[in-house]
């Protein structure tokens, strides 16, 4: 077999057959867009490679550039595709045709989460209960959530009479620790989450999933098949990242859900359930159809808490980096932000927060909100798959083949005057306090959540969440950051924000709250 290998490779027909196969797939892929009226391929200077250098180390200027050539909706060709931008006019069709474009789906393109977490509904599952049981009862959750942000601050940050330098980035250990304790709480519940173990699944399993699939997709060049064949290698001869973590899961829930079976097989009708995402799964008849332990689907829990630790994780941390970040760098909103803190302090007596108090953080809502449109957001993003029949015709009248992969132009929306007022590049923390428009409000000027009904669930919990950190925050710390020169440090990679990397310098308050 060596030796015929070796004849095929050797032979110049062979081999000029090989490459006459390649161009002319990338012909076919690209001759098939003449069948449909689509929307305009921008200009590229090198065949095969197309526009993805520029993509990866300039695509801001790519973005605006190609927007003001070719109109709010054009395609580009990025690693042997072609994926379609929509603009601000396109954006909410795409995202309320969820008969057409899907998000999951456009999901996998990058990171198959399907193979790495198995049962096929726990992503739907895991929507509802955040829906109903987490952001339908958050009044119920914010005493727990209030006192597991207080314990993380006070464990992983703590008294800083002398000035203490934390490093922050995307990943940090610091604030990955702390948002990580609130967050187990609420998923595992209160027996286990404060489990050294179980807390470093909440810390550690996102990025070790997504290491697997930085690699550069190279092989696209030639089909995506190839590249997604080439990733899923380890997942196919069962090396999962999930693996370890999965153990750790189901060796601290075993035996709370043994004993929370027992219970209310003992206590009946008395029984106060616990309101946390694995009480959700128990009541569920098909994964646990009696109050038998050796009957539960201990596989399907474990898999969908992996989920939702993937889900929330990353997402909130990735939020309260930069929200904190911004208001270290903006001292300009400090003192304001910190008076409106110190009022609702007082009106509580110090005593926790109601959902009622949070509700009246307007000036840091509008903050955070601002901070989630201008830091978090991504220069194209949310890209979701054409899922139609055969094609989708747009209201302009361009279409796309089913399959293609379709991205939302968020400077398109963020960029643009009419939709954020004066001034939209600019960082303007009562922006959306002048429009009473609240974070978790989804707009048609505010793409971070997505939109129509699957916009994100858990834009509640992470908002609250938030809030209630930097307000616990100002209360305790002045913090500033360690240099001035801040803004240089915020680059793109491809469209998305480069991992932040400075240092926060936080001291205790000298001010006493009155």
């Given at each position: 077999?060596?030796?015929?290998?070796?004849?095929?490779?050797?032979?110049?027909?062979?081999?000029?057959?090989?490459?006459?196969?390649i161009?002319?797939?990338l012909?076919?892929?690209?001759s098939?867009?003449?069948?449909?009226?689509?929307?305009?391929?921008?200009?590229?200077?090198f065949?095969?490679?197309?526009?993805?250098?520029?993509?990866?180390?300039d695509?801001?200027?790519?973005?605006?550039?190609?927007?003001?050539?070719?109109?709010?909706t054009?395609?580009?060709?990025?690693?042997?595709?072609?994926?379609t931008?929509?603009?601000?006019?396109?954006?909410?069709?795409?995202?309320?045709k969820d008969?057409?474009?899907?998000?999951?789906?456009?999901?996998?393109?990058q990171?198959?989460?399907?193979?790495?977490?198995?049962?096929?509904?726990?992503t739907?599952?895991?929507d509802?209960?955040?829906?109903?049981?987490?952001?339908?009862?958050?009044?119920h959750?914010?005493?727990?959530?209030?006192?597991?942000?207080?314990?993380?601050?006070?464990?992983?940050?703590?008294?800083?009479?002398?000035?203490?330098?934390?490093?922050?980035?995307?990943?940090?250990?610091?604030?990955?620790?702390?948002?990580?304790i609130?967050?187990?709480?609420?998923?595992?519940?209160?027996?286990?989450?404060?489990?050294?173990?179980?807390?470093?699944?909440?810390?550690?399993?996102?990025?070790?999933?997504?290491?697997m699939?930085?690699?550069?997709?190279?092989?696209?060049?030639?089909?995506?098949?190839?590249?997604?064949?080439?990733?899923?290698?380890?997942?196919?001869f069962g090396?999962?990242?999930?693996?370890?973590?999965?153990?750790?899961?189901?060796?601290?829930?075993?035996?709370?859900?043994?004993?929370?079976?027992?219970?209310?097989?003992?206590?009946?009708d008395?029984?106060?359930?616990?309101?946390?995402?694995?009480?959700c799964?128990?009541?569920d008849p098909?994964?646990?159809?009696?109050?038998?332990?050796?009957?539960?689907?201990?596989?399907?829990?474990?898999?969908?808490?992996?989920?939702f630790?993937?889900?929330t994780?990353?997402?909130?941390n990735?939020?309260?980096?930069?929200?904190?970040?911004?208001?270290?760098?903006?001292k300009?909103?400090?003192?304001?932000?910190?008076?409106?803190?110190?009022?609702?302090?007082?009106?509580?007596?110090?005593?926790?927060?109601?959902?009622?108090?949070?509700?009246?953080?307007?000036?840091?809502d509008?903050?955070?909100?601002?901070?989630?449109?201008?830091?978090?957001?991504p220069?194209?993003?949310l890209?979701?798959?054409?899922i139609?029949?055969s094609?989708?015709?747009?209201?302009?009248?361009?279409?796309?083949?089913s399959?293609?992969?379709?991205?939302l132009?968020?400077?398109?929306?963020?960029?643009?005057?009419?939709?954020?007022?004066?001034?939209?590049?600019?960082?303007?923390?009562?922006?959306?306090?002048?429009?009473?428009?609240?974070?978790t409000?989804?707009?048609?000027?505010?793409?971070?959540?997505?939109?129509?009904k699957?916009?994100?669930?858990?834009?509640?919990?992470?908002?609250?969440?938030?809030?209630?950190?930097?307000?616990?925050?100002?209360?305790?710390?002045?913090?500033r950051?360690?240099?001035?020169?801040?803004?240089?440090?915020?680059?793109?990679?491809?469209?998305?924000?480069a991992p932040l990397?400075?240092?926060?310098?936080?001291?205790?308050r000298?001010?006493?709250?009155?």
């Amino acid at each position: 077999m060596r030796k015929i290998i070796e004849i095929l490779l050797g032979d110049i027909y062979i081999q000029s057959f090989i490459i006459g196969l390649i161009v002319s797939a990338l012909f076919s892929k690209l001759s098939r867009r003449t069948k449909l009226n689509e929307p305009p391929l921008a200009y590229y200077r090198f065949p095969i490679i197309g526009h993805t250098w520029r993509f990866l180390m300039d695509c801001n200027n790519l973005i605006i550039e190609s927007r003001e050539k070719y109109g709010e909706t054009f395609s580009l060709y990025i690693f042997g595709q072609i994926i379609t931008i929509v603009g601000k006019e396109t954006t909410h069709e795409v995202l309320s045709k969820d008969q057409d474009f899907n998000f999951r789906e456009g999901l996998k393109v990058q990171l198959p989460l399907h193979l790495i977490f198995k049962h096929a509904t726990i992503t739907e599952k895991n929507d509802k209960i955040v829906k109903v049981h987490i952001a339908g009862k958050l009044k119920h959750l914010i005493s727990r959530l209030q006192k597991n942000i207080i314990k993380a601050i006070d464990l992983h940050i703590g008294e800083c009479v002398e000035p203490k330098n934390i490093h922050i980035c995307d990943q940090s250990k610091t604030l990955t620790d702390i948002i990580a304790i609130p967050i187990a709480n609420i998923v595992v519940g209160e027996e286990c989450y404060n489990n050294k173990e179980i807390l470093e699944v909440f810390t550690d399993l996102t990025l070790s999933i997504v290491k697997m699939f930085v690699i550069p997709p190279v092989l696209s060049f030639i089909h995506p098949w190839l590249h997604q064949q080439f990733v899923t290698i380890p997942l196919r001869f069962g090396w999962n990242p999930f693996s370890k973590h999965k153990k750790a899961i189901l060796n601290h829930i075993k035996p709370v859900i043994k004993k929370r079976l027992y219970d209310k097989k003992r206590l009946g009708d008395a029984w106060v359930a616990p309101l946390d995402a694995l009480q959700c799964y128990l009541d569920d008849p098909e994964i646990t159809p009696d109050l038998d332990p050796n009957n539960v689907n201990y596989d399907y829990i474990a898999n969908a808490i992996g989920r939702f630790i993937f889900s929330t994780m990353g997402t909130t941390n990735f939020g309260v980096t930069y929200a904190l970040y911004d208001l270290a760098e903006k001292k300009q909103y400090w003192q304001e932000l910190y008076q409106e803190a110190q009022e609702i302090n007082k009106q509580c007596n110090g005593n926790e927060l109601t959902s009622d108090d949070i509700a009246r953080m307007v000036k840091l809502d509008s903050f955070v909100k601002e901070s989630l449109r201008i830091s978090s957001a991504p220069i194209v993003g949310l890209q979701h798959k054409c899922i139609s029949k055969s094609y989708y015709t747009f209201a302009n009248g361009y279409q796309v083949p089913s399959g293609r992969i379709v991205y939302l132009n968020f400077l398109d929306t963020n960029n643009n005057e009419e939709l954020q007022g004066q001034n939209p590049t600019e960082f303007d923390a009562y922006r959306h306090l002048k429009r009473n428009s609240s974070a978790t409000k989804l707009e048609r000027n505010f793409l971070v959540f997505g939109g129509g009904k699957h916009a994100c669930p858990g834009r509640f919990f992470a908002v609250n969440e938030i809030k209630m950190f930097l307000h616990k925050v100002m209360l305790k710390y002045d913090v500033r950051t360690d240099t001035e020169e801040i803004g240089s440090k915020r680059r793109y990679l491809g469209p998305f924000r480069a991992p932040l990397n400075v240092v926060l310098v936080f001291e205790n308050r000298k001010e006493t709250v009155n």
